[in-house]
């Protein structure tokens, strides 16, 4: 069974395989904007990609895949958080950048093999030279202040991936976009490919495209320039969150076909938004985690990545403190079953004609090859788990686990670090709520609740007990 993978351009689940001569499955995902530290709505799409790389690993071999994923380290809120802190530019994103890495590795997730950065001189270069060809294919003007935009009339099949409207790009979608642009183009669905310097830029700037000023690069050309320098004018496959579609991915496809004149990327696939509580993360209601604020909670990276993969990638995921609990507790249940396993199969031989994909672990193998369903994979784990007779278990059975462990990435090493200390009056009035709900008194239950809440604690409750996390100031 091949992987496939919803394409969000036709619409269609499609099944991957690499184009080129060569057999390398080629591939790229847009990496994070280095101005502070992501956040796990974030995360939740680079895990997935993870995901992907991973079993495509498994798929083609380690060495037929080759995946790219950015660092947007020059853009309004890079300069704008440069500005306010006082600091060069390339000091703030490389902040940024390593602790983007740090949390990335306690993810566990693998490095790209490629990550170029958008300020790199190198990949500046890359970006003048599309817009050069852009504006002399007539797909792109210079404005009056030196800025150049890609003309969105100049490319019939625009909107082709999101399927915007053009009442909805003349009127409300673009709007987001334009609004960080001068009124400097020619009609509002244009798009800034290079932005001639302000003084609130301070030196960051470069020499512009011929016959435009100097400036710096708009966002969405830099994805086009990298990909094409390390990937090729065609790729196999471009990643991201659905938040990127329009108009980041849409201007992508844009730019780059009329400037390679070939199609872009042979398949587009997006990861769904992560809400908290049943709401969309912000500040303001005070539901945006870091994995910082999770660890600070005795939580493991480890049971934030089972949590972020506990829904189909395509849906919604929406994540609470409780399934970090329930993450913990099955990272559990896997780390006593490996060792029962490995106890099992001792000594056995290999089969000639079995392979670990066609083990009792099949079926979550053909879960994550379809449209990388993962919470069906894990249930099928799970399944496996609770009926297998570990006397009739075979090498391959092993084999198969932990390739399944592999590209799901999970870290069965690890446990949650200690949990902060929790004063005995706090503990005591925690149980004495406990024991008010499970002879259903639910007033004297709620009214002790009350009573945790002002003394800065939150108790959340479980089928087989509760929790005490300090609330979040």
């Not at 992987?3 to 689940?13: A, V």
């Not at 190198?122 to 504006?135: A, D, H, K, S, T």
């Not at 994979?377 to 390739?403: M, T, W």
Request: aromatic share 8%; hydrophobic share 40%; charged share 30%.
């Amino acid at each position: 069974m091949a992987i496939k993978l919803h394409d969000s351009l036709t619409r269609e689940p499609r099944e991957l395989r690499p184009a080129q001569p060569d057999g390398v499955f080629r591939f790229y995902n847009c990496g994070p904007t280095v101005y502070a530290a992501a956040h796990i709505g974030n995360f939740r799409t680079f895990v997935v990609n993870d995901l992907l790389r991973r079993l495509l690993e498994l798929e083609f071999g380690k060495d037929k895949v080759k995946h790219v994923r950015n660092l947007t380290d020059v853009d309004d809120k890079t300069i704008r958080r440069s500005r306010e802190e006082g600091r060069p530019l390339a000091e703030v994103t490389k902040q940024w950048t390593d602790k983007f890495h740090a949390d990335c590795k306690e993810l566990n997730c693998l490095p790209p093999h490629e990550e170029p950065r958008a300020a790199d001189l190198r990949f500046i270069r890359e970006q003048v030279n599309m817009i050069e060809v852009l504006m002399a294919k007539g797909n792109a003007y210079r404005a009056a202040d030196g800025s150049v935009y890609f003309k969105v009339s100049s490319y019939p099949d625009y909107g082709s991936l999101s399927r915007v409207k053009e009442r909805e790009l003349q009127v409300g979608a673009t709007l987001k976009a334009a609004a960080a642009d001068d009124d400097e183009k020619e009609d509002a669905s244009d798009f800034a490919l290079w932005k001639a310097h302000k003084p609130e830029d301070g030196d960051v700037q470069w020499p512009g495209p011929d016959g435009a000023g100097a400036g710096r690069p708009g966002w969405h050309i830099e994805c086009s320039a990298m990909s094409k320098a390390l990937l090729g004018s065609t790729i196999d496959l471009h990643t991201g969150g659905v938040d990127l579609l329009f108009p980041h991915h849409e201007n992508e496809i844009a730019q780059s076909q009329c400037c390679n004149g070939t199609q872009f990327s042979r398949h587009w696939y997006h990861s769904e938004h992560l809400l908290v509580d049943g709401k969309k993360m912000s500040k303001s209601l005070g539901n945006l985690y870091t994995l910082d604020d999770l660890k600070a909670k005795g939580f493991s990276p480890a049971a934030l990545r089972y949590a972020l993969l506990s829904g189909h990638p395509r849906k919604q995921l929406n994540f609470t403190l409780d399934s970090l609990h329930a993450a913990e507790s099955a990272l559990n249940t896997l780390r006593i079953f490996k060792p029962k396993l490995e106890t099992a199969v001792a000594g056995k031989e290999f089969s000639k004609t079995i392979v670990g994909s066609e083990t009792v672990f099949k079926p979550a193998y053909d879960n994550l090859r379809d449209d990388l369903n993962t919470p069906g994979a894990l249930g099928d784990i799970f399944s496996v788990i609770k009926h297998i007779n570990l006397i009739e278990a075979i090498p391959e059975d092993l084999l198969a686990f932990n390739q399944l462990i592999f590209a799901l990435g999970l870290n069965l090493t690890e446990t949650a670090a200690p949990k902060a200390d929790i004063p005995a009056d706090i503990a005591a009035l925690a149980e004495k709520r406990w024991a008010a709900k499970q002879s259903k008194d639910f007033a004297a239950a709620d009214a002790l609740r009350k009573e945790l809440t002002t003394a800065g604690w939150s108790m959340l409750d479980r089928k087989d007990g509760y929790s005490l996390e300090p609330v979040k100031k």
